[in-house]
């Protein structure tokens, strides 16, 4: 019979399983949620009395305000987390292998493993193990073998996987109101009371008919699924904003159009300077990596292309800018709004504004960034990797970092919108007209702004998928 899940452990403190099993603890009194992490800076922000957390989520901080110290509870001591509990969240980070079989596309299941076998060596009671990063199909496997191998008598583990479906920026209302909740479990009785136990959890705040119960194969299939098809429809309508330009079609009304049709549906549909974010690429390079395994070549090289697509709308928004402005920018001071992968997170993981600054730097530009929430820090880090020849005190010469959209602007030859933060909306965009040197460019790769009012102050504008 299914157990009753009472205490939780989750293994890995980040964006996916912070807020998850946040919203778990506030939604579960009963229920005790442990969440651990190796990062003691990252627990500590977690534990911070005024409740500065690593991560900027919105709603997150009302979350943790009311259950922290009732039930949700953050730690470094990894063993204490795994011995309590009798369900356990594997929520370590799985980055894109860096070298090695696979380097570029593959999954670095270290942390999957490392996490895996501290399960299996501290464990003195049964436990339902859940994998909740995204991996490679067939992870689960790797992680019920090597459990098995090193536990102890008397232990029994089964494995889930209960993929994360939260978008950053909205993960507390996904996590409120998920479309559906998905588990994956080996389909033996063992497997599917392990399932039942999950989905009771779950059925505290979602709808029976939403928690959808499935194999472990296809359960980490549709998570990758349905990433590589969500991004795909973002290459697609970014190819198409190439063909807008050209020919004098509006990308936006060519969206609306298209998305009117109820097969296609009108989401998912905004043409960007490029899609960002931990998930999208590395879970399509996952696919690709995984079919080149099956030996389904053409399948590979189908979704490849969406990660080809997707580089090149970055490098051809960035080719604009500067053929816009009369074939150079060298020398020129180039305002940069936004830095994250997309507005209200602070995240930057593969954000299109670091491809942008590398390619502005690399033209011998001058660049202002400001950003609402990444920090100083991050932006250095980043600039730093994506130009590992260049000294990071010569980067800084280049490039600053400024306190405000509006500092960022002055004295300035053009203003790019890399993430579409709603505050860029209310810039003072008179005061920002006479601060810059003229003609005075604005380049909007979020389709964010009122080019016509824009304008009409004086500015030349130019936007995704419209012709100059
Ligand atoms: C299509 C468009 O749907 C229609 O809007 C346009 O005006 C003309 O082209 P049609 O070709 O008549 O219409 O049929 P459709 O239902 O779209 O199916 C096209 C093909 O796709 C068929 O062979 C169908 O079997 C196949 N199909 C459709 C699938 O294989 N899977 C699906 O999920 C849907
Ligand atoms: C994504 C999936 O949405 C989520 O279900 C999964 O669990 C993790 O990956 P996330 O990466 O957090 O979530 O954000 P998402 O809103 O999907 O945006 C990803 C990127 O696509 C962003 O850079 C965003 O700006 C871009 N995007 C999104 C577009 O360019 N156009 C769109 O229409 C939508
Ligand atoms: P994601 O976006 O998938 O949540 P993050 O990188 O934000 O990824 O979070 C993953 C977290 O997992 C990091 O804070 C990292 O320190 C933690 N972590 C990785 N391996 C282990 C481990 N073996 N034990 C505990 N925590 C781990």
Same mark, same amino acid.
């Given at each position: ?37 190796? #990062?003691?800076?990252?627990?500590? @922000? ?5 409740? =500065? ?39 370590? #980070?799985?980055?894109?292998? =860096? ?35 995204? $991996? ?5 496997? /790797? ?13 029994? *583990? ?22 559906? &909740? ?10 599917? +009371? ?31 699924? @349905? ?13 198409? /904003? ?8 509006? %990308?936006?009304? &060519? ?19 490029? *899609?960002?974010?931990?998930? *999208?690429?590395?879970? %399509?390079? #996952? ?41 150079? %920018? ?11 992968? =997309? ?13 942008? %600054? ?8 001058? $660049? #202002? ?12 880090? +980043? ?13 800084? =010469?280049? $490039? ?14 053009? &203003? ?11 810039? +003072? ?14 380049? +909007? ?24």
């Amino acid at each position: 019979a299914p157990v009753k899940v009472t205490k939780i452990c989750c293994i890995g403190a980040g964006y996916v399983g912070g807020p998850t099993c946040a919203v778990i603890a506030l939604k579960c009194p009963h229920i005790q949620v442990t969440i651990v992490d190796l #990062n003691k800076a990252r627990v500590d @922000a977690w534990n911070s009395p005024d409740f =500065k957390l690593p991560i900027y989520e919105p709603g997150l901080v009302e979350v943790v305000r009311e259950a922290r110290g009732r039930n949700l509870f953050f730690s470094t001591d990894v063993d204490k987390g795994i011995e309590e509990a009798n369900l356990i969240f594997v929520s370590v #980070n799985t980055p894109t292998k =860096k070298s090695g079989v696979g380097a570029g596309f593959a999954a670095d299941l270290n942390y999957v493993e490392a996490a895996t076998r501290r399960i299996a060596n501290v464990a003195t009671s049964s436990k339902i193990v859940v994998e909740k990063s995204t $991996v490679p199909c067939r992870t689960a496997e /790797s992680m019920r073998t090597i459990l098995e191998a090193n536990s102890k008598p008397g232990c029994r *583990f089964d494995i889930l996987s209960n993929p994360e479906f939260l978008a950053e920026g909205t993960a507390i209302s996904d996590l409120f109101k998920p479309d559906r &909740v998905l588990i994956g479990s080996l389909q033996t009785p063992g497997g599917r +009371d392990a399932c039942q136990s999950l989905a009771a959890v779950y059925a505290n705040w979602v709808p029976k008919e939403q928690i959808l119960t499935v194999g472990l194969w296809s359960s980490e299939l549709s998570k990758l699924a @349905a990433n590589a098809m969500l991004a795909q429809r973002i290459s697609s309508i970014n190819a198409l /904003s190439a063909i807008c330009e050209a020919t004098g079609a509006n %990308i936006d009304e &060519v969206a609306n159009a298209i998305g009117y049709d109820s097969r296609i549906g009108p989401k998912f549909l905004k043409a960007s300077v490029g *899609f960002g974010g931990s998930c *999208f690429q590395k879970d %399509i390079l #996952n696919l690709v990596y995984l079919s080149e395994s099956l030996h389904l070549p053409e399948v590979a090289a189908y979704w490849r292309q969406v990660v080809e697509m997707n580089e090149h709308q970055k490098r051809r928004f960035a080719k604009r800018v500067v053929d816009t402005m009369f074939s150079t %920018i060298t020398g020129k001071r180039i305002a940069v709004l936004g830095f994250a992968f =997309k507005a209200d997170t602070g995240d930057t993981r593969e954000s299109a504004a670091i491809t942008l %600054i590398r390619d502005f730097q690399s033209e011998k530009a001058y $660049v #202002n960034v400001y950003d609402p929430q990444v920090e100083d820090e991050q932006i250095w880090q +980043d600039l730093q990797e994506a130009s590992p020849l260049v000294p990071l005190d010569q980067i800084k =010469k280049q $490039v600053t970092i400024c306190p405000s959209a509006m500092e960022a602007c002055m004295n300035a030859e053009a &203003v790019v919108i890399a993430t579409e933060w709603k505050e860029f909306l209310d810039i +003072d965009w008179e005061q920002v007209y006479k601060r810059m040197n003229k003609p005075a460019f604005v380049f +909007d790769g979020r389709l964010l702004i009122d080019a016509e009012r824009l304008r009409k102050i004086g500015f030349q504008v130019t936007t995704i998928g419209r012709p100059n």
